[in-house]
């Protein structure tokens, strides 16, 4: 008579470690911080803490581009890095320098438990409207974020990964423009 307890507790033990057995991907937990730039704009980084470390998943900035002839442009741009993404170490990210044939990113920081700071600059190259050569940029800016909340790895990836950068421009007559370009 009491096998059967003893028998349905074993079982009922086995799936329980069972289900409480998760593999190490559905135990990442992806932490936002979020902040703003110099330019008082918006700035977020998105870290993916693992068994194996810290990976910077991706970000999204709002900046200012200045141009050469005086004109300005509003820019939203988000960029992430497929894989586990760019390792973190000692909460210093890989320092990101890109130069590609028409744009150049420079972004180097720290990203804490709680906080990060750091610089930013992004320059383009740009036609004017009497398609003449010229250089856009941000400028030299600084960064500051603070963590805002955790999200689950299968939640915070829900969408495919981008490997590459997505970025938005905005024109002074309202016109959008939107680019993507392969990183890899």
Known sequence: MRKRPILAIVVLTAILSLLMAVPAAAGSRVRVYAGETSQGKPISFQVMKT?????????KVAITMTCEDGTTEEWWMGFGFGGRG????????????????????????RIGQVAGRGTFKYTVAQLTAD???????????????????????????????????MKVRVAPDGEVFTRVRSLG
């Open 86 to 109: 760019i390792p973190l170490t000692d909460g210093v990210f890989v320092d990101i320098d890109d130069v590609f044939s028409f744009d150049a990113l420079h972004i180097h920081g």
């Open 131 to 165: 398609e003449q050569a010229q250089v856009c940029t941000t400028g030299d800016l600084t960064w500051q974020v603070e963590y805002k909340r955790t999200l689950q790895a299968g939640l915070a990836t829900t969408r495919p990964a981008l490997d590459g950068v």
């Open 51 to 59: 068994d194996t470390g810290r990976f910077l998943k991706g970000f």
